[in-house]
């Protein structure tokens, strides 16, 4: 059974820094892509960030320069380094690895105070 296991949110204030980790277990196969969604209170899920097993990285407009998307293979682990937090960043942020099957991990919160 695929578990996909976040950590490393939390509340801190505009242009600070954290650092989001997802580690995810239960596969042999790997995972083509890992990435994070975040949903804010009243507004759809968005992508905001993923990478394949290529290496290749994809963003959303709002948090290129500000946020970095990197994986572990080995330990099928990704991490989002984000930097210049905003209020507008505040959301909850799920983690996500498709192989074929999307699978989902259990959020974590991310508030950024003024």
């Known amino acids: 059974q695929v578990q996909l296991v976040e950590s490393g949110g939390g509340l801190v204030q505009a242009g600070d820094s954290l650092r989001l980790s997802c580690a995810a277990s239960?596969?042999?196969?790997?995972?083509?892509?890992m990435g994070w969604y975040r949903q804010a209170p009243g507004k759809q899920r968005e992508l905001v960030a993923n990478i394949n097993s290529g290496g290749m990285t994809n963003y959303v407009d709002s948090v290129k320069g500000r946020f970095t998307i990197s994986r572990d293979g080995a330990k099928n682990t990704v991490y989002l380094q984000m930097n210049s937090l905003k209020p507008g960043d505040t959301a909850v942020y799920y983690c996500?690895?498709?192989?074929?099957?999307?699978?989902w991990g259990q959020g974590t919160q991310v508030t950024v105070s003024s």
């Open positions: 996500y690895a498709w192989n074929g099957r999307t699978y």
């Open positions: 239960g596969s042999t196969l790997g995972f083509n892509v």
